[in-house]
């Protein structure tokens, strides 16, 4: 009867291992299908930049980029931690501040600075 029981519990430690096994390559395979679909995206988005031109092109690209990272960023704290949900949101925070600082390089004088100042004040920079 020993034996039994000891079969048993080493047969479901071996599927309990096989199973995490499995787990750990579906997470990794979504990451990677994660990261694909945002680099597909983001070269759908840069070629709908290319017709534009001057600030339109900047704020365009930026906004492209600034999507691609948060997507990543996001595709890797699916895949971790806290940590990992730290990092994304401070890369989705610093690329949305990249365009709104763009945004902001369209105007001029008074109006320049104070939407500098608010994306300042708005993106904790």
Do not use: W
């Amino acid at each position: 009867m020993k034996k039994f029981i000891a079969t048993c519990i080493l047969t479901c430690a071996a599927v309990g291992a096989h199973s995490l096994a499995n787990a750990a390559d579906a997470v990794k395979s979504q990451y990677k299908a994660d990261v694909a679909a945002a680099d597909a995206d983001y070269k759908t988005a840069k070629a709908k930049c290319k017709p534009l031109k001057g600030n339109e092109q900047d704020v365009c690209t930026k906004e492209a980029k600034a999507t691609h990272e948060t997507a990543i960023a996001d595709a890797k704290a699916k895949r971790k931690t806290k940590d990992a949900n730290k990092d994304a949101a401070k890369t989705t925070n610093d690329a949305d501040y990249s365009v709104a600082k763009e945004k902001c390089d369209a105007l001029k004088g008074a109006e320049q600075d104070k939407c500098t100042t608010a994306a300042k004040a708005k993106y904790g920079k």
